[in-house]
């Protein structure tokens, strides 16, 4: 995907979408990946909103961030979710250690891993990050982060529709 991004040939499809069932789908395909590791999901949204996006793509940002959530929760949840406010956005939040400062700018460029070795461990290479911000962005969008040591919230804003 990267490389198809970095030719000009990454094609978007449009398509309406229900952010509710988009993050329903998401918990439904990483709560077994959870469970395994003693985890919890749960969705959190607040009114319904559709927007006009790629569905397949959107999909694979949640993943993207929902299972590394999964990978780095010790304890604790993660929760898919969405707000409709100007811009509507999704978010991927968990209870784990968080990110310190230093590095969540740089979580999301190619191959940075924050611990080499424990993504060494979980078979991570430093790609699903900056996988999430091309999908984010290529529309128009933007990917943010807020952490702390009480967890870490991945937002994605999605493109207003112009």
């Given at each position: 995907?990267?490389?198809?991004?970095?030719?000009?040939?990454?094609?978007?499809?449009?398509?309406?979408?229900?952010?509710?069932?988009?993050?329903?789908?998401?918990?439904?395909?990483?709560?077994?990946?959870?469970?395994?590791?003693?985890?919890?999901?749960?969705?959190?949204?607040?009114?319904?909103?559709?927007?006009?996006?790629?569905?397949?793509?959107l999909l694979q940002l949640l993943l993207n961030?929902?299972?590394?959530?999964?990978?780095?929760?010790?304890?604790?949840?993660?929760?898919?979710?969405?707000?409709?406010?100007?811009?509507?956005?999704?978010?991927?939040?968990?209870?784990g250690p968080g990110i310190a400062a230093a590095?969540?700018?740089?979580?999301?460029?190619?191959?940075?891993?924050?611990?080499?070795?424990?993504?060494?461990?979980?078979?991570?290479?430093?790609?699903?990050?900056?996988?999430?911000?091309?999908?984010?962005?290529?529309?128009?969008?933007?990917?943010g982060l807020e952490s702390d040591a009480g967890?870490?919230?991945?937002?994605?804003?999605?493109?207003?529709?112009?």
């Open positions: 995907m990267l490389a198809r991004a970095d030719a000009g040939a990454l094609a978007l499809q449009r398509e309406p979408i229900e952010l509710g069932d988009l993050a329903q789908s998401a918990a439904e395909l990483i709560r077994p990946a959870a469970a395994q590791r003693g985890r919890g999901v749960k969705v959190e949204g607040e009114a319904a909103i559709t927007v006009v996006a790629d569905q397949d793509l961030l929902a299972d590394n959530a999964v990978k780095y929760t010790d304890t604790g949840e993660i929760t898919l979710g969405w707000r409709p406010e100007p811009p509507p956005s999704l978010f991927v939040r968990d209870t590095h969540q700018e740089r979580v999301f460029e190619r191959f940075y891993r924050v611990d080499t070795a424990r993504s060494r461990q979980g078979g991570g290479v430093g790609l699903g990050l900056a996988i999430a911000r091309l999908i984010a962005e290529a529309p128009g969008g933007s990917i967890g870490s919230t991945f937002t994605v804003r999605l493109p207003q529709p112009g």
